[in-house]
Structures are given as C-alpha cells and as structure tokens.
C-alpha cells in the first residue's frame, strides 16, 4: 500500500507543475493558457498573483515528491504533512478550475487510500 500511496504521489507532484510553468509563462499547453484569473475565471488576480499562485503549485509538487520518499521510508512526520499536501493542493485545485478538477479527484484518491492504509496497518 505504501508503494501505491507513494506512486501517486510522484504522479500527482509531476502533475502540479504546469500550474507552475504556465503561470510563470515557462510552457504553454493548448488546454491549459495562460491568464491570470481562478476560480473559473471569475477572480482576476493579475500577474504577480498568478505567479504567486504558481509558486504554490511548485511547492506543492515538491512537497508530494518529498512525501513520497517519506511515506516509502516510514518517516514519523510524513501523515500530518500529506494532509496538509492535500489541504493546499485541494485548495489549489479549487482556484485552477476547471483546469484542474482532476486533481480534485487524485486529493481524494490519495487521501482515502492513506486513512485506509493507516487504519488497517499497511501504513
């Protein structure tokens, strides 16, 4: 199970960085452009508040990397802080919809895959 949980962790940090590369103007996707709206582009935060946002889609991807060498390890702090990975990601998800709905699912997916591994002992 910690195999899983790890794998799409990898999986799912590797998909945080085109909120990283499109917001900073790095890469372009034909499904993803650049602007500078979120929440379905309702909000208009300009450029530096993309950037900041793209900021925390890099942070994020890193930190779900890290998770997973942790969570393969069985290092003490690596639960509280994939929660927190997936509180921050799920509220980034939140800002980059539609764009990123999918990852709303990979959130879940992770998240239940964990509580059910750490109560069941696989963990």
Known sequence: M???VAALMV???IAHLPGF????QLRSFPEMPFRTTILGSS???GEAG???IGLAWLATSVAFGI???ATLTRAGW???VAYIAIGVSTALC???WPDARLGLIANAVILVLIVVGVRAGWM
């Open 43 to 45: 909000v208009d935060v």
């Open 50 to 52: 993309i950037k900041a």
């Open 2 to 4: 910690r195999i899983v």
């Open 11 to 13: 999986a799912h940090g």
């Open 78 to 80: 690596w639960q509280p």
């Open 67 to 69: 998770l997973a060498v």
């Open 94 to 96: 939140f800002l980059g």
């Open 21 to 24: 590369l499109v917001s900073w």
